[in-house]
């Protein structure tokens, strides 16, 4: 059964084409693709590319439902043609945004989510601020103006990041059942209580700005591992 | 970047995925895409935001754009629940969101374009979208759009709207409508009387229609425990994640305290047709505690009743009545079941055994009675006469006894054919003749006994002997049915005797009354023929007696053994009709008790042995193929033989589309899921249509 289904892949590897591109008026996908690019990716094709909408979507890719399919079937590896694909991909958000990903002054930050072929609401993982760290945050914070901002972000991509990528997609149990989410959240919590805020936005630029160190620490110590310092778009290494 | 690719990949096979996938019935092997995405901010300051919206009203399905946003903030935050968000317009603002200010106020520009892409992406998709958007430093950014999850009110009124707007033509908005969805419009709302008196103890947003009542638990583990236990509950919490899905399919109904029309709960429960409230913040849930307060200082602990108006969004204390809600009342409701019923190509009835079931049904839209089961006259209300007449039948040990305790029960019988045909005047009823096993009527108490023992003047010993002698080891294949007629022709007699003087009086008296005769459990024709002569000789003696030259009425069986269907073709030399008993068909051709399904059914479908439970959507492929032989054998022996089913499986949408593809006039089904029958006859006329004649 698992063999056949990776002769079937073979075959579509041949079609090759794995990731599919939106923005700027044009997507090389739509609607009718569910099956491929799910739900979400094939909307966003459709009102991204589509003559009667082309709507202000930001730009961005879609990786496929089969590369997933590779994934489970393969030993959790990707395709060989992925990386270009998606580095041709990456570039074109770049021409597009005027930004660049990794860059310090004007840096490109990406959002990653899942879409299945059916929606399954807040069951799967999402990784918001992509592309932020020690470096390109100084870019974030040139930009907007706004370092409150800037060391929100960052805060939420640790959180993101380190429940998602670092602890679950990792497979580690968490101790006592609690997440790095949950530590993290009552971090959060903590402060807001400390200082008497109701909301987060209350929380000024500093505050933030310690909270990131914290968080950071924490990471290492519960999950062993420093939250990543250096970008890398290069397929397989974080 | 590529951890997070991978991160999504792998939550694919996460715990709380895969339980998704299973209640969704989502296949595993579909895999996820991962979309790769350009950050745009609705957190960069007080000229940003981000919000979720409708291009029709989800709740109801008015037409009018209706959403929620927050200012300065992620979109997550939105869904989450974290903060009360404010209304996109006017229209979208509840007493959570009154205070604030709307994104037409705040932002009128941005809110233009919002508006008018949004009345774009409904004309393009020709269907109600749910749209995410952000909008950062002022630049309106369109984050997602998807067709929007909706309750069954609410898509029964976009569909038909949309239908009458010229966007979607009468095909797709019949399709659009699940078949299951109607039952939203049918659920049981709390007893409006009820309602009036009993004082609101707290009032949030109506997420999902309809009335429930339960008994209050903290927790999804607890729902799940409960349930579990045959409690019905109502899951109480500040806001729900995607980890209490479970608990909260096992619900009654869910209450939250935080988030709005758009949470996670609002979201879930509305795509199952839940009753739900959320945002309910007068309410203070104390977790430790296992308990919530209400504003006016009311503790409610866990395993307390209260009741919830979801159609309303108010919560009440105590258990309170549920009562049936009038159908007619519901505009979209009718427009779609007239283009239903232009579409379908199958006839539609109930199964009704009282004037009052007949009346219901007949209100939603049963074009006959396709079973009228003899027997129900012997339980419940009114019983007591009949069923000691029945019950000195039953012990009587010679020809004359019986047919004294027959004379007896005679006049009841009457009167219940009477007053359903008279209530189905002009539709067919199909009377289904005497089918459980005797000694299921006889009394078991002393006291009852001894009563019998004394009316019928016989000694308990003898009365004792013969209740010993009804005995039976396996009465489900035992002296029932036909086998009840071929053993004492006197019972046939008594009941078509019943059947045509009722019919005969009323038609004398103006009224249309067409029974169909059906007797029940027969395996060959012979069983047929024999009792045939007794309607023959009987319709004769009515006719003569009450001076009327004809009574309409046919004579058929009902096919509920294996091999009555594979000798279909014999059976209808005799019968004017087959009607497919696929309860029983099930149980015999399976093997399977129905009632001792629950110790090994469970087991062989989480091992997908079978894929569903066969009584509740017909085996097409094992029951079918012998559903699909009868009806073809039984037509080659008479081209115009009618062809129904009465079995639970005449309400399954599934079922129906079978029964629809293999050529049957009719199904029939318990009188509230007549409109679900219909529904899918129509759309199995859309998909497979048959051939006009």
């Known amino acids: 059964m698992q063999r056949k289904k990776v002769i079937i892949m073979a075959k579509s590897t041949k079609a090759g084409k794995y990731v599919y591109f939106f923005g700027g008026g044009k997507a090389d996908g739509n609607e ?132 998602v990528v670092m602890e679950k997609a990792a497979g580690i149990e968490p101790k006592g059942g609690k997440g790095i989410r949950k530590v993290l959240d009552e971090k959060l919590e903590h402060i807001k209580h400390s200082r008497g805020y109701k909301s987060d936005t209350e929380l000024t630029a500093d505050e933030l700005k310690d909270l990131v160190k914290d968080y950071k620490k924490t990471v290492k110590k519960i999950l062993g591992k420093d939250f990543p310092m250096i970008l890398t778009n290069k397929c397989g290494v974080v | 970047m590529w951890g997070g690719v991978g991160a999504v990949f792998a939550s694919w096979n996460g715990k709380r995925a895969i339980e998704y996938r299973r209640i969704e019935k989502i296949p595993h092997e579909w895999g996820t895409a991962v979309n790769v995405q350009a950050m745009v901010f609705g957190n960069m300051g007080d000229d940003c935001c981000t919000g979720v919206a409708f291009t029709r009203n989800p709740g109801n399905g008015e037409n009018h754009f209706y959403g929620e946003y927050l200012v300065n903030a992620q979109g997550e935050d939105v869904v989450a629940g974290i903060r009360t968000p404010a209304p996109v317009n006017q229209y979208s603002k509840n007493a959570q969101s009154e205070q604030f200010v709307s994104l037409e106020k705040l932002m009128p520009a941005q809110y233009k374009e919002l508006f008018t892409i949004q009345r774009r992406l409904e004309k393009h998709y020709k269907d109600m979208q749910d749209i995410e958007f952000t909008i950062e430093k002022g630049k309106l950014y369109m984050l997602q759009c998807r067709i929007g999850k909706r309750n069954g009110v609410a898509a029964v009124r976009m569909a038909t709207e949309m239908h009458k707007e010229k966007l979607i033509d009468a095909k797709t908005a019949i399709m659009r409508v699940g078949p299951n969805q109607l039952v939203e419009l049918l659920l049981p709302m709390l007893d409006p009387k009820a309602e009036l008196l009993a004082p609101v103890i707290a009032k949030g947003l109506p997420a999902g229609p309809g009335g429930a009542k339960g008994r209050v638990v903290f927790s999804s583990a607890d729902a799940v425990a409960w349930a579990a236990k045959g409690e019905k509950v109502i899951l109480v919490r500040e806001e729900t994640s ?186 067919p009823v199909t009377i289904r003749l005497l089918d459980p096993p005797l000694h299921e009527f006889v009394p078991h108490d002393k006291e009852k006994l001894k009563q019998l023992s004394k009316e019928l003047g016989i000694s308990m010993g003898m009365l004792n002997r013969r209740v010993l002698a009804l005995h039976e080891n396996n009465p489900m294949l035992g002296h029932r049915g036909v086998r009840l007629g071929i053993s004492y022709p006197e019972i046939t007699e008594m009941q078509v005797r019943a059947i ?194």
């Open chain 2, 242 to 427: 995607p980890e209490d899905v479970d608990g909260m399919h096992k619900a009654q109904a869910i209450l939250t305290t935080k988030g709005g029309m758009t949470s996670h709960a609002a979201l879930v429960a509305r795509g199952w047709g839940k009753c739900c409230i959320v945002g309910c913040s007068d309410i203070e849930i104390h977790s430790e505690a296992k308990n919530f307060h209400s504003n006016n200082g009311l503790v409610i602990k866990e395993g307390d009743w209260i009741s919830l108006n979801g159609t309303k969004g108010t919560v009440y204390e105590g258990s309170m009545a549920l009562v049936d809600i009038d159908i007619d009342k519901n505009q979209s409701y009718k427009d779609l079941m007239k283009l239903v019923d232009k579409t379908k190509q199958i006839g539609v009835r109930a199964n009704a055994e009282t004037p009052r079931d007949a009346t219901t049904a007949v209100k939603f839209g049963a074009e006959g009675i396709g079973l009228f089961r003899t027997e129900h006259m012997f339980y419940g209300e009114g019983s007591e006469a009949p069923l000691f007449q029945l019950r000195k039948m039953i012990v009587s040990k010679t020809e004359k006894e019986r047919r004294e305790a027959l004379n007896g029960l005679f006049k009841y019988v009457k009167k219940d054919v009477k007053d359903t045909l008279s209530v189905m005047n002009g539709h």
């Open chain 1, 32 to 163: 009718s693709m569910k099956n491929l690019l799910g739900g979400k990716g094939a909307n966003l094709a459709e009102m991204a590319g589509h003559p009667n909408l082309r709507l202000p979507v930001p730009p961005g890719f879609t990786v496929t439902t089969e590369v997933c399919t590779y994934y489970y079937a393969n030993k959790r590896t990707y395709p060989k043609t992925l990386n270009g694909q998606v580095q041709e991909a990456m570039a074109k958000m770049e021409k597009l945004t005027g930004k660049k990903f990794g860059d310090e002054k004007n840096p490109l930050l990406l959002s990653v989510r899942s879409g299945a072929r059916k929606s399954m609401p807040g069951m799967m993982e999402t990784v918001l601020n992509v592309g932020l760290n020690e470096k390109t945050i100084q870019g974030i914070i040139a930009q907007s103006g706004d370092a409150r901002f800037a060391y929100d972000a960052y805060r939420r991509l640790i959180m993101m990041y380190a429940d």
């Open chain 2, 500 to 693: 045509f003087e009722a019919a005969a009086e009323l038609n004398k008296a103006g009224k249309k009354a067409f029974p169909e005769i059906m007797v029940p459990v027969t395996v060959i024709s012979h069983e047929l023929r024999h009792q045939k002569e007794i309607v023959d000789r009987v319709y004769k003696e009515v006719c003569e007696k009450l001076g009327v030259k004809k009574i309409p009425y046919l004579y058929g069986t009902m096919i509920e053994t294996p091999r009555a269907a594979l000798r279909a073709d014999f059976m209808a030399n005799v019968a004017d009709f087959f009607s497919f008993g696929t309860n029983d068909l099930t149980q015999m051709s399976f093997g399977f008790s129905r009632d001792d399904i629950g110790g090994f059914l469970p087991k062989y479908l989480d091992l997908k042995i079978l894929p569903d439970d066969p009584f509740q959507t017909i085996d097409q492929e094992g029951i079918g193929q012998l559903i699909k032989a009868g009806t073809e054998r039984g037509r080659v022996t008479k081209p115009n033989l009618k062809v129904g089913i009465c079995g639970e499986h005449g309400g399954d949408p599934e079922s129906v589309k079978f029964c629809h593809r293999i050529g049957m006039n009719y199904v029939s089904c318990s009188p509230f899921r007549v409109p679900i029958a219909r529904l899918a006859a129509a759309q199995a006329a859309l998909e497979t249509p048959r051939k006009k004649k």
